[in-house]
């Protein structure tokens, strides 16, 4: 099992939890996912832990977690073991 964990940092809670509507089945729905666990950890501040089956679907989360990076969503992802 492998992990991606991503610390996010948001200025609109209302619409950070609009988005993890959305954002929740398409992480379920992707190769390798085995688990998911979205945790606030202030009104401003999340993380989130992703445990999937290889290294290499933690690899391929991480690189989508990156582009969701530059458009501004997080403030940076941590894939590991």
């Given at each position: 099992m492998?992990?991606?964990i991503i610390d996010v940092?948001?200025?609109d809670a209302e619409a950070a939890r609009a988005?993890?509507?959305q954002l929740v089945p398409q992480v379920a729905s992707a190769p390798g996912f085995v688990a998911?666990?979205?945790i606030a950890l202030s009104p401003e501040k999340g993380t989130s832990v992703v445990v999937?089956?290889?290294e290499q679907s933690a690899q391929a989360?991480?690189?989508?977690?990156?582009q969701a990076t530059r458009r501004?969503?997080?403030d940076g992802?941590?894939?590991g073991r």
């Amino acid at each position: 099992m492998h992990a991606v964990i991503i610390d996010v940092t948001f200025i609109d809670a209302e619409a950070a939890r609009a988005e993890l509507d959305q954002l929740v089945p398409q992480v379920a729905s992707a190769p390798g996912f085995v688990a998911g666990y979205w945790i606030a950890l202030s009104p401003e501040k999340g993380t989130s832990v992703v445990v999937v089956d290889s290294e290499q679907s933690a690899q391929a989360l991480a690189q989508l977690a990156k582009q969701a990076t530059r458009r501004g969503r997080h403030d940076g992802q941590h894939p590991g073991r």
